[in-house]
């Protein structure tokens, strides 16, 4: 038997409508705050997401699935949406037309990371992106926005970390402290860290080695090397975010995985997940759009893991598998009738369920219960000589007859 890829995973029938719930729920409150749907391939050129995301980041150095297609060209499958959406962005000069950008996509991103609960090699994310609005109230809405589907999902103990990683110049005053911090400690640090050091120190602060993560602990936070402006926006974030009521914790260590994050960044903790898996992240980046070929126009996205979600969610009744009626055909002169029966009620709008091979009562009630039919049209030859069938209400068990010619405009009636 050939298995499935390790770290991939299928969505099986029982499991899709939960997730079908959650993409339908995020739509609608992506497009109550303004969102407009864009689909991006799954695959870009390699220097886009080195562009993109940076070099020296995890994702990058470890984690793309890259190949040379037999053209001689290196490609990779999106380990996240933000560079593909930006670069379709400035490739169809889309600000052109519309100043102020909001843009969602929900699809499959691939990154090989460890596999385990909840980390997955190719997961789905929900991203949204706005460019073109550099103000605090902005990125609050982003929150917001991430927020609110959270909640129109159900989910509670949630709370929102946010920080600002400040911009380029507050970056290199507190990389030399992070340097100064670490360095009393490099000899204790994983190989992997000590690279960080001198390639990128900002990622000295999430790795997920215990020792380094004990020395992270106390090393000096980014707040306290904001200047005025950065310190002013990241104060604005907390008063917009404070009217709209969204809760919210500062998370003065949390540094995102990515490198094109300025200013504000957050991630979504879900009580049932832990503190270690954020099921959302997201921030603003003030020259990303540039350095993919575009304007120097900023933007704020975020984006939320499905799987993730979809773990926090329970099994409920609304998920099960249901059909309006099975229809139980039980005698071969029945047969042709069953047969325009089941077509004319699914023309009618019910969902409907039946067997054609033959099949005793008893099996077939059976396959009714096993497909969560809320009745049974019973068809057999005496009936049909009465041009009748029998209905069996599946919760009440209470049984009718009722006239064949009558019988969809009967349950139609029902159903109103
Ligand atoms: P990220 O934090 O790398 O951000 O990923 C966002 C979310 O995707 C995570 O919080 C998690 O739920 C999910 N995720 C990431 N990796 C995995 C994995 N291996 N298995 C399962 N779920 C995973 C971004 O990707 C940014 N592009 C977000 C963004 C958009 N920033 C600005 N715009």
């Known amino acids: 038997m050939i298995q499935l890829i390790k770290g991939f995973h299928d969505i099986l029938p029982d499991d899709t409508p939960k997730w079908a719930f959650i993409v339908a729920t995020a739509r609608k409150v992506l497009e109550r705050f303004g969102f407009r749907e864009i689909i991006t391939p799954i695959m870009e050129r390699t220097e886009l997401f080195e562009r ?51 843009l969602y996509t929900i699809g499959p991103m691939f990154r090989r990371e460890r596999p385990s609960k909840g980390r997955f090699r190719q997961f789905f994310q929900i991203n949204a992106e706005v460019l073109g609005d550099d103000s605090p109230a902005t990125d609050a809405d982003m929150i917001s926005a991430a927020h609110a589907i959270m909640t ?63 020395i992270a602990r106390n090393a000096p936070v980014i707040l306290d090397s904001l200047d005025q402006p950065c310190l002013e926006h990241f104060q604005g974030v907390q008063a917009a975010l404070d009217i709209l009521g969204v809760p919210y914790r500062i998370e003065p260590r949390m540094v995102r995985g990515l490198d094109y994050y300025t200013r504000t960044a957050f991630e979504i903790i879900h009580g049932e997940l832990g503190r270690t898996k954020a099921v959302g992240g997201g921030g603003r980046y003030d020259s990303l759009l540039k350095e993919l070929g575009g304007p120097e126009v900023s933007g704020i996205g975020f984006a939320i893991g ?111």
């Open 52 to 102: 993109g995301i940076g070099q020296v980041t995890d994702i990058v150095e470890k984690e793309m699935y890259t190949f040379m297609d037999r053209g001689g060209e290196s490609l990779s499958l999106r380990p996240e949406a933000t560079a593909g959406i930006l670069r379709s962005v400035v490739e169809h000069s889309l600000l052109r037309r519309d100043p102020l950008l909001k």
């Open 152 to 214: 129109a999902l159900g989910a509670t103990n949630l709370i929102m970390e946010v920080n600002s990683v400040g911009c380029v110049m507050c970056r290199s005053d507190y990389k030399s402290k992070l340097r100064e911090y670490f360095s009393a400690y490099l000899d204790e640090l994983c190989p992997d860290c000590r690279r960080r050091y001198d390639t990128n120190p900002l990622r000295l602060l999430d790795c997920k080695e215990q020792k380094c993560s004990e």
């Open 306 to 416: 499905l799987e993730r979600l979809a773990m926090g969610i329970p099994d409920d009744r609304r998920f099960a598998r249901s059909v309006d009626v099975y229809v139980a055909v039980l005698g071969d002169r029945s047969r042709n009738t069953g047969l325009r029966l089941v077509r004319d009620l699914r023309s009618a709008g019910f969902s409907v369920e039946t067997r054609y091979s033959p099949m005793s009562l008893k099996a077939q009630m059976k396959v009714a219960d096993k497909v969560a039919a809320a009745k049974v049209i019973m068809i057999g030859d005496d009936e049909l000589d009465r041009q009748e069938v029998t209905v069996r209400d599946m919760h009440t068990r209470e049984q009718i007859s009722v006239r064949l010619d009558e019988i969809v405009h009967r349950l139609q009636g029902d159903s109103q």
